[in-house]
């Protein structure tokens, strides 16, 4: 597998990525007299996912560099997947991302009229039939690219008659299949895209939009190109799979040129171009509609927003910064090479954000208690801590202490390596933002696990610094019991086992379903947590990433999501990362 390495996609940012300069060259010649018009067009099948989110950064990204203006455009030409639904959530996510497409809202349902008026004209031009073929008979005909494919029996029926069977598709007299509309081009091109293709098709199907009045639809091919024109688009941007689809493209849009209906925009005429670029593939995770659809339909997930999800939503859910996807996208840049990036990168970006804006927190996971030997047994202090060491504006609060706390059990070593700069009998730890602490000895339960651990503070080390400037190597992280709050946490993790559940069998990739990518628990923690509020994004110090979950929190109750972790636990465990 290819992992896509940032640093060495300088080519592939923005400024100098092909698609950058191809755009730049356009500019600066004058084409399209300078103006840049991009588009993004999700079909309304599906919630957007990562993938998308690439293509969104790039569409509308290079449209902002260059002063342009990015449309937003549902290519809903397939009646039966489509919905409302999802057609608002993919708004929702696009403006979430932090991008606007002004008043440029379209559809591609809109231009049904104007797309059967051109299907209308390339038959009367001689430049498009109907062909009564089977899905079977159909690819025969077409043939291989070696050879030249054979012609439809009903390639040079009179345009009156096309004509006139075309009308009666529409009109709804046949069953969905029995014909089509293909363009008249050329059945020996090696282009097979380019062997008479498919412009129209029957299908019975309610439109989420246009509702009964159609029962012909355009095929992406045709549509895609008339969209383009129709919105005068300078620069159509899509995914490498459509490469080989491009001369289809460009002889869609020479047809609406010698139709005359090519926009022509302060004075300028609007030739839509195309060109394309690599998807994003994501190891631990399946990024087709098709297969995200699977996982929500089985309840394998709690839905597209499922925070284990590939989905804007799922990842907004799971407390992902736009910001954190946004420089994702561009560090892995824009290149015609087929890759995988490692989810890895992802999660190091969301870090690298959360590390700059999340508010830092006490919280213990698996506790164990902490005596203070040396401590008044009802004695109570208040420490200052530090909100965000990498924004002095987020300011300190104060954190209760007191002789009884809780520790991580992982802190604790009965038999320690000399490296061991934590809680072992005789060692001195530092007890973040409250005191120097040395462990004298422990008390075991019947089992001999660690019951209590206990010890006595330095009571001049107030703060943390040793009075006398000895170094103390370790520090953890502690919650006073008697003011500890419980909140409930869900621990995400990856959703598959295995970087690539699609290798073997696609059929099969529920198999490689990571049975432990959500667990919950609870932690204890410092009462400030108590007022985190929904959607609130924290650093449980030492542990990880959290984000109060907006549906399932309430003002005083915080729900906490596990974002990630504070470092990527999958890079060590080699068991996981084959
Ligand atoms: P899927 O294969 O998941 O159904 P799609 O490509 O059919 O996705 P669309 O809604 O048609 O989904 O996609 C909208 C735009 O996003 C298209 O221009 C497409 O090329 C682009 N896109 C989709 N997936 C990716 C990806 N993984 N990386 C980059 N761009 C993508
Ligand atoms: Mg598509």
Known sequence: MNFEKPAEETQGKKQGSFLYQWIAADVASGKHGGQVVTRFPPEPNGYLHIGHAKAVCVDFGLAEQFGGVCHLRMDDTNPEKESDEYAENIQRD?????????????????????????????????????????????????????????????????????????????????????????????????????????????????????????????????????????????????????????????????????????????????????????????????????????????????????????????????????????????????????????????????????????????????????????????????????????????????????????????????????????????REVRLRYACLFTCTHVVEDADGNVAEIHGTMDMDSRGGTAPDGRAVRGTIHWVSVKHAVRVPVRLYDRLFTVADPLADNPAEFLRFLNPDSATETTALAEPSVMQSAPGEKVQFERTGYFFADPEDSKPGAPVFNRTATLKDSWAKDSSKNQ
Request: glycine content about 6%.
């Open 94 to 426: 696009i403006r979430w991302l932090g991008f606007d497409w002004g008043e440029h809202f379209y559809s591609a349902a809109d231009m049904f009229d104007k797309m059967y008026e051109i299907a209308e004209t390339l038959i009367k031009n001689g430049q498009a039939y109907v062909c009564g073929l089977s899905q079977e008979e159909w690819k025969q005909y077409r043939g291989v690219p070696t050879e030249p494919g054979k012609e439809s029996p009903t390639r040079n029926t009179p345009p009156e008659e096309n004509l006139a069977l075309f009308r009666r598709m529409k009109a709804g007299e046949f069953a969905d299949g029995t014909l089509c509309l293909r363009a008249k081009i050329d059945m020996a091109s090696p282009n097979i895209h380019f062997r008479d293709p498919v412009l129209y098709r029957i299908m019975h199907a309610r439109h989420y939009h246009t509702g009964d009045k159609w029962c012909v639809y355009p095929m992406y091919d045709f549509a895609h190109p008339i969209e383009d024109a129709l919105e005068g688009v300078t620069h159509s941007m899509c995914t490498l799979e459509f490469e080989v689809h491009r001369p289809l493209y460009n002889w869609v849009v020479d047809r609406m040129d010698e139709m005359g209906l090519l926009v022509v925009r302060n004075g300028i005429k609007i030739r839509p171009e195309q060109r394309e670029f690599s998807r994003l593939n994501l190891t631990y995770t399946v990024m087709s509609k098709r297969l995200l659809l699977k996982l929500v339909e089985e309840k394998r997930v709690n839905g597209w927003d499922d925070p284990r999800m590939p989905t804007l939503c799922g990842m907004r859910r799971r407390g992902y910064p736009p910001t954190a996807i946004r420089n994702f996208c561009e560090s892995v840049g824009v290149t015609k090479f087929i890759s995988t990036t490692d989810f890895s990168i992802l999660e190091e970006a969301v870090r690298s954000e959360l590390n700059r804006t999340s508010a830092r927190r006490l919280a213990v996971f698996d506790p164990v208690k902490l005596v203070i030997d040396n401590y008044p047994e009802d004695g109570e202090e208040f420490f200052d801590a530090v909100n965000n060491p990498e924004n002095e504006a987020d300011g300190k609060r104060k954190v209760p202490f007191s002789r009884e706390l809780y520790v991580e059990r992982a802190d604790y070593m009965k038999d320690p390596p000399k490296k061991f700069h934590r809680l072992a009998i005789g």
